[in-house]
């Protein structure tokens, strides 16, 4: 399971708010809405669920990363 994770500075707070969507049970879905709020000018990244790891699915090593995590 994988879902994005969005971050962002609320006008009225120093702190950056962090929001987590829902689960999703492939890491193309959840991808396809990490680019959706990325074409909206968020910063996010892909969390699993079965290490609470945040992964960059940009990269060449999602699969090393979806396999460890399946591992733990």
Do not use: C
Not at 1 to 25: C, F, I, L, N, Q
Not at 36 to 46: C, S
Request: no cysteine; proline share 6%.
């Amino acid at each position: 399971m994988y879902r994005v994770v969005t971050k962002y500075r609320d006008s009225g707070s120093a702190r950056p708010v962090v929001e987590r969507g829902p689960w999703h049970p492939t890491p193309e879905a959840a991808e396809y809405w990490a680019d959706v709020l990325r074409g909206h000018g968020y910063v996010v990244n892909i969390e699993t669920q079965f290490s609470g790891a945040m992964i960059d699915t940009h990269t060449d090593n999602h699969a090393l990363a979806d396999a460890l995590a399946s591992m733990a």
